[in-house]
């Protein structure tokens, strides 16, 4: 028998179907005993000291400390005030849906670790000389890739199963729609310099593609956290059917005139990267020209390959009234 598509998120009645083997336990000590919160207590753990080794020894400067030492505090507040609303029973006091905010999260968390260990020891933990403060960096990169771990169980434990009823963000479209926010934001950081696309109206409708589609994205995961998906116009699959085919044709264009337009000779690009006269500066803080149009390149890509999969999951995914 067909289902009628209704709405995007519904209530859940029971929580022992997170994968977690038994009911949390809400407003109570004992909810940091069962196996979300005592993976919760990893990630502050984790966190907090992956950022106090490195203000230990002040081995944060430049812009690859700086992202790193934001992500670990970041997501070590937004985890501390996780646990104290589910040991408060705060959740009905909460402003945002807390069937969509933890997993939400936990996914963005996972991100900012997962590059805050990749970033931080490439870019940054080589360039130390040996002694204690290379030492502190290292172990704040285990702690960091801990953490990542941990944030990726969460969501691992509570995204939704086929069958189950759930919040949108625990569904795999909800959780691409984080995946193409965070790389969205990486590309921007990585063309903050104007000098990489004005010359060039092909490049400025890039930049147009990815701050559209961002934004777009961003408003489906806030209409999902503020419980507002009917406040739309049209029904709420239609816009998220809408919104993953239109940034599918966007970022598809983008694909093709970012790379040619920056590695192509006949519009004055250059293909090699020892031909850019940037890339000669050998500062560990600094990432050259020709090395940003090639990581713009690969998570234009990447969130191409993203925008695909929501468009296929959210064409398939079925809305069932409680």
């Known amino acids: 028998m067909p289902v009628t598509v209704t709405r995007t998120t519904v209530t859940t009645t029971t929580t022992s179907s997170s994968g977690l083997g038994s009911p949390t336990i809400l407003g109570s000590p004992r909810a940091l005993t069962q196996p979300l919160g005592l993976l919760r207590l990893v990630q502050l753990f984790s ?19 700086h992202w790193c030492m934001f992500s670990w505090c970041s997501c070590f507040a937004v985890t501390l005030i ?27 968390a996972a991100l900012f670790c997962l590059t805050a260990s990749i970033i931080y020891p490439t870019i940054y933990v080589q360039f130390l000389s040996h ?26 434990w509570t995204r939704a199963r086929p069958g189950e009823i759930t919040g949108y963000m625990a569904t795999v479209p909800g959780l691409l729609k984080v995946v193409e926010t965070f790389v969205a934001c990486i590309i921007f950081t990585f063309i903050s310099e104007p000098n990489l696309y004005n010359h060039k109206p092909a490049l400025n409708w890039c930049v147009a593609v990815y701050a559209i589609c961002f934004i777009l994205a961003a408003v489906a995961i806030l209409l999902n956290l503020c419980d507002c998906t009917n406040v739309l ?25 970012w790379p040619l337009y920056q590695f192509d000779e006949r519009y004055g690009a250059h293909p090699e990267r020892w031909k850019d006269a940037s890339c000669q500066n050998k500062h560990s803080s600094y990432v050259c020209y ?10 234009t890509a990447i969130n191409l390959l993203a925008y695909v999969a929501d468009l296929v999951y959210s064409a398939r995914l079925v809305f069932v009234r409680v």
């Open 47 to 65: 966190t907090c000291v992956a950022f106090s080794l490195v203000a230990s020894v002040n081995a944060w400067s430049g812009f690859a400390g």
């Open 82 to 108: 996780i646990i104290i609303v589910e040991l408060g029973g705060l959740q009905a006091r909460f402003p945002l849906s807390w069937r969509n905010f933890p997993i939400t999260y936990a996914c963005y």
């Open 131 to 156: 002694g204690r403060s290379r030492d502190h960096a290292i172990a704040a990169t285990f702690f960091s890739c801990v953490a990542c771990v941990a944030y990726a169980t969460e969501v691992a």
């Open 233 to 257: 116009p049209i029904p709420f699959p239609t816009f998220l059917s809408g919104l993953a085919l239109l940034s599918v044709l966007f970022y598809a264009s983008a694909m093709v005139l």
């Open 290 to 299: 020709w090395d940003r149009r090639l990581a713009v390149t690969i998570l």
